[in-house]
Structure formats: structure tokens, C-alpha cells
């Protein structure tokens, strides 16, 4: 470990950026993409950022590992300046940003690794033991010297991980790794995000599918238009939102009476109500063991067609929430 201290430490990053459109380009248009972003992650675990497309997931990710400068703010990596002691951290970070680009499809697997272990400096008496034991390690042994133009998605995703690792990062920042593959690669691109931690790397993940941070990250953040809304452990979050566990009912129609009799029973935050053609639900953030689904089906007793169903708050329900009041 390089330092003690926090791995990445950020203090009120911005960044917009400018652009021109309209006729002739004449009009010129800023986006805040990031608007002062303050984050503490510890070393040796996975810190998730969760947040729909647009957020800044990836314009923060690039930020933190060198790629692109702020607007405003500084950012520490290890305890690094990530502007002015970018050269220090390079070799210390490693970066998987999704997509297909990036990789030489017209040779093997192994030939794109030996040519980024040559790009990082890795001597070549080493190169080539650690070069199996990446292809070892996300389980593209058996694919290695095949041209990467026959791999298929989750394979290409496979050796962008194998080319992070490569270097033997401290920390790895991973942009929404499992985007369009199939679930079986998703799971085994979680699984390997998770040996890894277990050697000790950082990971910063970025993602926008709720439950892969509920799965991997004991603590996240969520970002919404360049802003972070919340920031916390999973359990935590919960709480937030008021209620860690939900309530669901359904009915052909309620009307504004039941729903405020619902609102005034104890431990109830929050009713949001939706309708699905002819049946209206209703979803009840609730606080442990002050209203359960007796209670709620005893309020809406007069319905001859009634579902109640709890259930604990999930991740995605905090998430929705959440995003939804920074939009209002
Ligand atoms: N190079 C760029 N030029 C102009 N706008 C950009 C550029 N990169 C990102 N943006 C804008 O910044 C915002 C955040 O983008 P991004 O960081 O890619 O979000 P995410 O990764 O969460 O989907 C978006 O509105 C996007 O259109
Ligand atoms: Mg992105």
C-alpha cells in the first residue's frame, strides 16, 4: 500500500463541457457534467457509484484515473494528485472502461496482453508467467491464442479485465463491467471482481443495474446529474429512503380516503401510487415491525380482490426514490 490513507479522497470536482450546435455551430452549449463531487473511499474494498445513463459515472471514472482533467476541484488517488502526480499513478491504477474498443481483434488474446505488458514495462522475463496467470485468473485459457475478432462479447470484456490486471494495479476502476453481457459472464465478471478484492485492489465500480451494487458494494454512492444524492452502506440507505421494508397492495382502485387512513398508520413514510390498466397499486415504505401487511390489509378490508405482499426495501426501490426527488 502506498499510504494509509483513504484511497481516493475528491473535493468538490466539477466538470463541464463545452460544445457548439445549431446552425453553423453558432450555439454554444455547457454541460455540467459533474457538480462538486465530494467522496471518501477506503482502501481494500468496492466502493459502487450507482446512477442512471447520464449521470457522470464515466466522466468522474476518467477523471479519477488521469484520463481527463477537472474543471474545478482536486482529487487524490493513494494520496496522489490526479492532476499533478498523474505520471506516479499511472502505473499504480488500472482502467476498464466498457465497449469494444481498446483491443486488436485482428490478433490472439495473447498477443494483446504482450503488447500492453511491453506498454507497462513489464520485464520480459516476467511476461510471459504473468500473462497466463491473467488469461488463469478470468478464465480465457483455453481462448488464448485465437484472434480476438472471434471472441464473443463476454469474452472481450474477459481480456479488457486480464489487460487491468496486467500491472498488478492497487486500484481498479471498473465502468459498468458487465454492461450487454450475457448473465452467465456478468457472474463470473462479479465473481472475479471479488477474488480480486480479496487480494487487497480497490475497485471503483460505476453501474447503473441496481442489484450488481447491492450485491458487490458495501458502500455506494448514487450520483444523479452530476451530483452525488446519497452516499452510504446499503442498510443505511434503506433507512434513508424511511422504511426497510415495503408493502405492496393491489386492487381494482383505492380511493383517497384509504390511502390517507394508510398514511396514518405508524412507521409509514412513504405511499407512491401506481396504476396498471384497470388495478392500482399501491407501494408503502414502512419501518420495521411498526406496520405490517395486517394492518394494511384490515384498511383495505372492503375489497373483494386484494394482494398484499411485503417485502424487505430493495436497493432499486431506494435508488428510484431517491432519483426520482432530485428530478422534481
Ligand atoms: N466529451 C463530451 N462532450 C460533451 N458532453 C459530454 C462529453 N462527455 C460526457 N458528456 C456529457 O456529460 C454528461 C455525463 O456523461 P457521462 O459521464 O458519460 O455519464 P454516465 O457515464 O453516467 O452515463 C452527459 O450529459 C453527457 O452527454
Ligand atoms: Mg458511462
Redesign the pocket.
Known amino acids: 500500500m502506498s499510504s494509509s490513507g483513504p484511497a481516493i479522497e475528491t473535493r468538490g470536482i466539477t466538470r463541464a ?1 463545452d ?1 457548439r450546435k445549431g446552425f453553423l455551430f453558432r450555439e454554444a452549449t455547457r ?1 455540467e ?1 459533474l457538480r462538486g463531487i465530494d467522496l471518501s473511499v477506503e482502501q481494500g474494498s468496492i466502493f459502487g457509484l450507482l ?10 471514472t476518467k477523471i479519477l484515473s488521469t484520463l481527463l482533467l477537472p474543471t474545478s476541484g482536486a482529487a487524490y488517488v493513494l494520496g496522489h494528485d490526479v492532476v499533478r502526480e498523474a505520471d506516479w499513478l499511472r502505473p499504480r491504477m488500472g482502467l476498464v472502461l466498457g465497449g469494444e474498443r481498446g483491443l486488436y481483434n485482428r490478433v490472439s488474446g495473447r498477443e494483446n496482453l504482450r503488447y500492453f505488458a511491453d506498454l507497462y514495462g513489464i520485464p520480459l522475463g516476467e511476461r510471459e508467467s504473468r500473462i497466463r496467470e491473467v488469461l488463469g485468473r478470468v478464465d480465457l485459457d483455453g481462448a488464448s491464442d485465437r484472434r480476438v475478432e472471434e471472441y464473443s462479447r463476454g469474452m472481450k470484456q474477459k481480456l479488457h479485465l486480464a489487460r487491468g490486471i496486467l500491472h498488478r494495479p492497487e486500484i481498479l476502476f471498473l ?1 459498468e463491467p458487465t454492461i450487454g453481457l450475457d448473465p452467465k459472464s456478468a457472474r463470473e465478471t462479479r465473481k472475479l471482481v471479488r477474488s480480486l478484492v480479496a487480494d487487497g485492489v480497490t475497485i471503483f465500480l ?1 453501474t447503473h443495474y441496481m442489484f450488481e451494487a447491492e450485491e458487490l458494494c458495501p458502500k455506494l454512492a448514487i ?1 444523479s446529474k ?1 451530483r452525488i444524492v446519497a452516499r452510504d452502506t446499503v442498510d443505511r440507505l434503506r433507512h434513508l429512503v424511511g422504511g426497510d421494508r415495503t408493502i405492496e397492495a393491489e386492487a381494482y382502485g383505492f380511493d383517497d380516503r384509504e390511502v390517507d387512513s394508510l398514511h396514518r398508520l405508524p412507521g409509514v413514510s412513504k405511499i407512491v401510487t401506481e396504476e396498471f390498466g384497470p388495478v392500482s397499486r399501491l407501494t408503502l415504505r414502512v419501518r420495521t415491525d411498526e406496520t405490517g401487511p395486517e394492518a394494511v390489509r384490515a384498511v383495505l378490508a372492503n375489497h373483494a380482490e386484494l394482494s398484499v405482499r411485503e417485502r424487505r426495501t430493495s436497493l432499486e426501490d431506494v435508488y428510484l426514490d431517491l432519483v426520482e426527488e432530485e428530478a422534481r
Open positions: 463541457f460544445s454541460t457534467a446512477g442512471p445513463n447520464g449521470a457522470g459515472k464515466t466522466t468522474l465502468d460505476t450520483l452530476g
